[in-house]
């Protein structure tokens, strides 16, 4: 079974699947031990890795090599943040190529422009393309596809760009005709009304896809008895887990002077060696090695 028919089962199973942000190999092992559903390759998360803001600077290549290593060390469906598909539908038939042989079950092709700006910065340019331009590239992603499986998910930034719910369940439903197999609607707004507003006026063929940034009271439980979302996708929560990390043990290492009270509450280094294979590797040097 192809990753991209196991997310497909895993949806069927369970109602809901969980996907965790990753941003590296490491971080999708843990949220794979975590026990996760899959991961979602995130380009906010790549952007901050590099320092950079999530305004199309980093390159499809740096966002595949992160996707391919990821594909590498970890058994989880990859949902593919794919940005705007890096220009027009021809640019989209050339990535979902790509991503497909990289190792993608799903991609999340997004209705803004190129350039697009991340979409939870205050006054932030947010600029939409038409619908029937972004028919042609979710058309251009469904019908260059390999495995029929392959999630092909659009995702309408109407709300985000201040539209209004009537704009974007227009346009979710153009996409939905374009051939989208699920729509992920997003929302800048500190509380879920905006998103339980547009769930509960869903009437498509096609599940939901909702990414709970910046409404994190939208648990589960709130998703379930909305009856139309399939898929939660913790959007930034690897990269903002690992900067808290960071923040706090960098800050106490300065203000104590080395590192003698800060190592008491990481993890050991024999954990990272777990974490890295190291067990495997002693096995095969036995094994191998002469
Ligand atoms: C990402 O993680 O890259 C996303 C989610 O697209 S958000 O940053 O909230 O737009
Ligand atoms: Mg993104």
Known sequence: MSKASLLRARMAERGLVHIMAAHSPL?????????????????????ALYGLPDMSLTSMTQHLDMLRAIAGCSSLPIVADIDTGYGNAINVIHAIREYERAGAAAVVIEDKTFPKVTSLVAGGRQELVTIEEFQGKIAAAVASRQDPALLVIARTEALIAGLGEAEALKRAQAYVAAGADMILIHSKKKDPSEIESFARGWTGAVPLVVVPNAYPELDAERIRALGTIRMVIYGNYAIRAAVTAMQQAFRRIVADGGVQSVHK???PVEEIFRLQGMDRIKADEKRFLR
Do not use: K, R
């Open 27 to 47: 971080s999708a092992i843990l949220a794979e031990e975590a026990g996760f559903d899959g991961l979602w390759a995130s380009g906010f998360e790549l952007s």
């Open 265 to 267: 509450d990481m993890v």
